[in-house]
């Protein structure tokens, strides 16, 4: 695998681009147009993207370890099967976003809008969705063990599958959100109630 470190990538266009096996280190990517771009196998590792467009991109098996987003729009988006530990993204356009599968543990989605977007089969352990606005978005097992969660909003979605054992009704709005048996009985442990 081809590695380009320490690279400044600056006003261009990638449209449509296809990226393959290549690693990406320590690199900074701004103003960058990569709508309808397609990552395989990328690896992109401690890098800066800043206001990028990603509008409509698909990225499979691909890897953002510990990656910063500043103002990049995600409009359509889909990650399939692809790790983003320890990423973060501030100030983004984040709907309608498509992730099945993969591992987003430690990201940071503090405060960000995601309502209606979709995460199937995702591991989140760890992942800072605190504040996050995610009203009618589809949680489908997913790992969310250890997730901090304090003042989010997961009304009107679908939690069915999804590890809830750090969600505490009292810090989380949860209402009209369709969950299981057995998330019912992990969120009544979590008021300190027990089933008779």
Not at 50 to 55: D, S
Not at 129 to 141: E, I, N, P, Q, V
Not at 143 to 171: I, M, W, Y
Request: charged share 25%; glycine share 10%; hydrophobic share 40%.
């Amino acid at each position: 695998m081809e590695t380009v470190e320490g690279a400044s990538f600056s006003g261009e266009d990638w449209y449509g681009d296809e990226l393959g096996e290549r690693h990406y280190l320590r690199c900074t990517f701004r103003d960058l147009d990569m709508t309808e771009l397609v990552s395989q196998g990328t690896v992109f590792e401690e890098c800066v993207f800043g206001n990028v467009k990603f509008n409509a991109s698909r990225h499979t098996d691909s890897a953002f370890l510990r990656c910063s987003f500043l103002r990049c729009n995600l409009f359509e988006a889909e990650f399939a099967g692809c790790k983003l530990t320890g990423s973060s993204f501030e100030q983004c356009t984040l709907r309608p976003l498509r992730v099945t599968g993969g591992d987003w543990s430690f990201v940071n989605l503090g405060e960000a809008d995601l309502r209606g977007v979709t995460f199937q089969g995702v591991r989140m352990r760890e992942a800072d969705l605190a504040m996050a606005h995610c009203d009618g978005a589809t949680f489908s097992g997913v790992d969310l063990s250890g997730a901090h969660l304090a003042k989010a909003r997961f009304n009107k979605c679908d939690l069915r599958g999804s590890d809830l054992t750090a969600f505490h009704p009292a810090e989380v709005e949860l209402r009209d959100a369709v969950i299981d048996a057995a998330q019912a009985v992990v969120l009544v442990q979590a008021l300190g109630l027990r089933l008779g």
